[in-house]
């Protein structure tokens, strides 16, 4: 049985399977509307992340599943002191597959040891988010045609952005992959990023401060939020924030062919007038999102259609 | 594409295809229910309120299809600063229909503005709840066999309720509808529904303090509570609370064909000794609701059965 | 119609039909994926337990049907002031079956009485849990073979247990059950157990304080958590919390054919090393609780398969 650890529990083989699978999805919903008929997903939410629950939700009731769960740690039994190890070997018998989001670092690979059916990684603390990492490739895959070759801007908080870090991870396993990395001298990519994943894979990448420096050079621009909460004090916070807002005037500086992503929620880092360029691909990720966890699904169970 | 913010969206002749429907549905349950078969209901409640969260997941699974969303705020993506408009976008990817409750006035609006779904607003704030409207309707047609013609009582906050004034605008436009208006005088219907509606429609209305003085009138009393939290003061409160209490007494003088309505939830004002007197139609009421929301779903979603 | 209030609602022949139905489902789970197809199942928990509320979520989901409702009091009617007696006819129209968690006793009672569909009471405050009761007998009779002569060592906090509680009453009408209790002093079986059912039927039972002194001689041991709020000082709480902790060096004690149940959640009563003796059955406790709630479903809907 296997389970959604890391975006890197598949080889780059596999991937091309899964994300081969989510296109097939794509365009032919029909054909996979009862590959699941009789199936749960349980949805354990240690921690509320309502996009995250629901693109698991929707994914299996696209398959003709059913879905069952709770959505924060106060509806859950954590509160009685409850292990995640025997929360999962109960909900083992509920369910056939579950998707964890748990506050603390490897709460989803305690969790999987004990299991008996497979669990997906929907988030364990700041470390690993796999299925965005999965929805971020399947996106640029599906809008570039190919994930090798490709210039790359991460702009924003790379010091603590998960979802960039995942993705640089992802990324470096694929040929010819250009990285610019774009944020405040604070905020830059940790050096165990820098040193263990990038030099070590000997990918190209430069860092740069200007969000215009990067624009006209990218195929892909990858946007993420500043958190309020990874600021030491409000003054640091408010100087930043705006640094790297993605706006119109910007949006000239890039190729006609660039395409913008976002893992969501946003705040105010790209303006709304944006979201009407055709280059705005952010909300086109959300659904990629849909069928590269329905393709998850499928594989997981190991349900051939 | 279609959505209800309010229920004067209808024509009054959309408003009876609307009604033969659900009335259809409630002959031939059967007939219906796999007509949504693989459409997915979100149900985005930003605040709490289960008798309408739950008759619209009701209606959804009576249609067959599945149901995906959140209860409260607190499980939602916006206490991380997301956009009303940016949650229905992605919202838009994962289901084929919502149901949208919000604290705020205008918010199932601006969601509708930038959805790719039917939006169905189910309350913002003090402003709308149209398929609370839409149930009354159904019931005073199932009951009474017509909408015309007919002298309904309105009781109770009628300065604060949102149910009285959307069911005055949508009864203002039947012939021959005589609106008897019974409250203290501090909560009497507000001069922009006594001018802008009843006088501008030319309804024929009068107010009375006594529910006695109205009761032997009427085809329809329409009872609502008095909430606690509408009032300056303790005092104010307790004082008014009891007057508009409906009790079997009181029920002894309403004519034998007049039904007792509420929106419900209760708490005092409509004593439990009249639960049993085959007037009282409003749990009866709850039960229309579902036929209603069954109806606007596949009329939103053009599914012809 | 039927409701389950407490297990003694059934006699000990309808409880054996209730569990043959629960073996056969064990055995042929296709046979009955259908059965409930178009039914709803309302879960109303005015107080949180995950696992309750999951357990019979997961039984409606593997009969066809599906599920709605809430899972704390925070996100229902009850806030507004609304009678136990309104909800469940409010829910009477939206499900044709629920399962009620209630902080207060009684509750499910009230519930009851005013239902049009049945109602499986889920837990009342100290009261019953009569689906836990299920849950345990199916276990043992499927483990053991038999119900009527053995020996259940019960161990734990038996004065505010309400599991253990409930499981005498029901142990108590079969054949040659003998009970061997086992507590500290200060949290012994009430009197009104000790002498209105325990004497009252004729049971032979015996009071320990040491787990090690029973263990020899038990079929079954039925474990149970010592919870904190019970205890009025912290001081006795972590004085008396450890003395009834299994662990792998008391297991060499027990015949090599008892089992181990425990209603779960656990905390530490039992250690971790337990889990991989084959004696261990809290989990597969966990599995039967499904298929005895599968069955209920079915016997309170009235459908044969």
């Known amino acids: 049985m ?27 919903p029909k054909k996979y509307a009862h590959a699941c008929d009789g199936k749960k997903l349980a949805t354990l939410f240690f921690e509320p ?9 929707a994914a299996m009731l696209n398959l003709g599943g059913s879905v069952l769960g709770f959505s924060s740690a106060d509806s859950s039994s954590a509160t009685k002191g409850e292990t995640v190890a025997d929360t999962i070997r ?49 996106t640029i895959r599906s809008l570039k045609g190919h994930l090798d070759n490709i210039t790359i801007g991460l702009c924003g908080d790379l010091k603590f952005g998960r979802t960039v ?35 070590k894979e000997h990918a190209q990448y430069e860092e740069v401060v200007r969000l215009e420096d990067a624009l006209p050079k990218l195929d892909i621009l990858y946007m ?20 790297y807002v993605l706006d119109a005037q910007k949006m000239e500086l890039a190729p ?9 929620p946003r705040v105010n880092e790209i303006a709304v007038e944006v979201d009407d360029d055709p280059r705005a691909a952010y909300f086109a990720q959300a659904q990629y999102g849909v069928y590269i966890r329905m393709a998850l699904i499928l594989t997981l169970l190991e349900i051939e259609v």
Chains 1, 2, 3 share one sequence.
């Open 2 to 28: 296997r389970h959604l650890m890391s975006p890197l529990d598949f080889t780059v083989e596999e991937l091309d399977n899964l994300m081969d699978l989510a296109q097939d999805i794509e365009k032919n």
């Open 49 to 57: 992340s309502t996009r995250t629950r629901l693109s698991h939700e």
């Open 90 to 138: 109960m909900i083992s018998c509920y369910a056939d597959i579950c998707a964890m989001r748990h506050p603390k670092e490897g709460a989803a690979l305690v969790a999987s040891e004990h299991s008996r059916i497979p669990v997906i990684n929907a988030g364990d603390g700041g470390h690993q988010h796999p299925t965005q990492t999965l929805t971020d490739l399947l």
């Open 165 to 199: 870090h995942s993705l640089i991870h992802a990324l470096v396993r694929y040929k010819n992959v250009k990285f610019i990395l774009i944020s405040p001298e604070e905020l830059r990519v940790p050096s165990y990023i820098r040193n263990d994943v990038l030099d």
């Open 224 to 243: 993420t939020r500043v958190q309020k909460e990874r600021f030491f004090n409000e003054e640091d916070y408010i100087r930043m924030k705006d640094f």
């Open 256 to 264: 006609k062919d660039m395409y913008v992503l976002h893992p969501l």
